[in-house]
């Protein structure tokens, strides 16, 4: 929440600093690099401030009312239109107020200009090409329409590059969290039997080995704090993953006689690599839950094999009279495959062959 914020605040601070940068520019280029510097500067700022004055209230309607009314609802065509006509009265306006400044100024200019004309008799200036008229200056209507179309280009194109980004944000935090509902609800999908179970195969194996009670006991106790503790991170380490995948199936197998084979197979050293918790032990449930038979020979095999770059995780059991594909595909298998969706995207690679007398997973992770 706290990264989410500051991203938040760096995303406002930076908007606020782009406006004020084009704003500045739009105010100082015409002051600084103006064409006739015998004009004083206080004209200058005048006559600049004619066109940003109207050019900010057009600034204002489009980003507090026209974008979040009309094109952040999807509204284009009434946003398009509701511009245009703000616009062209913005445009009238300025053209208005120029036509009677000017009128409101002509003995002025007249006077101004006495001294600069050339006397009636006087002869042709011979360093003026002949034939070539001096250019004419842009209307200042016309200034003003090419002004506007470029700050609400300029404002409208911030915004809904910044609205994106935030949208985004907004995406990736739902995603974390779904992540980590979904590893909420794989703790509690570690059947509560599972836990009875246990207990009564401790309880039974006290009169019988004690020492074997002992140590399933503490097994438990791992398996449990793994369960509450370890997992509250978005990663854990492989080694404590592995470790708990290890106590789990020897609990499991006090369950079970020795017409069920089951063996776990793991690398002999481990590295320090880290991989979000609880990806593995739906597939072992699954595995332990329809793959074993109380009367029948059954098997579960359990494969992880390290590689340079990629994990992968190999189950494969042995199908009762009563297992099926739709048994196969419940929910804890369902959520692990959006897990790994919305964690590795398409780097992961899963893949669960169902035959009529085996059923296999292959999971491939990249470290």
């Keep these: 929440m706290g990264n989410m914020k500051i991203r938040k605040n760096q995303i406002k601070y930076t908007e606020i600093a782009l406006i004020g940068f084009v704003w500045m520019v739009l105010l100082l280029t015409p002051i600084l690099f103006r064409e006739d510097n015998n004009k004083p500067v206080w004209r200058s700022v005048v006559n600049q401030l004619e066109i940003l004055v109207p050019l900010s209230i057009l600034f204002l309607i489009n980003r507090f009312i026209l974008v979040p009314r009309f094109l952040f609802k999807g509204k284009i065509k009434a946003y398009i ?166 106590s789990y199936i020897n609990l499991m197998k006090l369950r079970f006689s020795e017409k069920v084979r089951i063996t776990f197979t793991r690398p002999g050293s481990i590295p320090d690599t880290s991989i979000p918790p609880f990806l593995f032990v739906s597939f072992i449930e699954n595995a332990f839950k329809h793959g074993i038979s109380y009367t029948n020979e059954s098997f579960i095999t359990i494969d992880l094999i390290l590689g340079k770059k990629r994990l992968l995780f190999e189950v494969k059991n042995s199908k009762t009279e009563k297992s099926h594909m739709s048994e196969f595909s419940g929910l804890g298998i369902e959520n692990t495959r959006k897990r790994l969706t919305l964690i590795y995207g398409d780097t992961y690679h899963l893949d669960i062959i169902d035959n009529e007398e085996l059923f296999t997973v292959n999971l491939s992770i990249p470290l």
């Design 81 to 246: 239109f509701s511009l245009l006509g703000v616009i062209l009265v913005l445009t009238i306006g300025s053209h208005v107020y120029d036509v009677y400044s000017m009128s409101a100024r002509p003995q002025k200019v007249a006077r101004a200009d006495i001294g600069k004309r050339q006397p009636p008799d006087s002869p042709p200036d011979r360093n003026k090409p002949p034939g070539k008229p001096f250019p004419r200056p842009v209307p200042p209507f016309a200034n003003f329409l090419i002004f506007s179309f470029l700050i609400v280009g300029f404002d409208t194109g911030l915004r809904s590059g910044l609205r994106w980004i935030s949208v985004e944000n907004e995406k990736v935090k739902l995603e974390k969290e779904n992540v980590s509902n979904q590893l909420a609800l794989l703790k509690t999908q570690v059947s509560p039997h599972f836990f009875m179970n246990t207990l009564n195969n401790i309880h039974a194996l006290v009169d019988v080995n004690t020492e074997e009670a002992k140590e399933a006991i503490i097994k438990l106790s791992k398996l449990m704090r793994y369960l509450l503790y370890e997992t509250e991170n978005e990663q854990t380490t492989l080694n404590k993953e592995v470790e708990f995948l290890e």
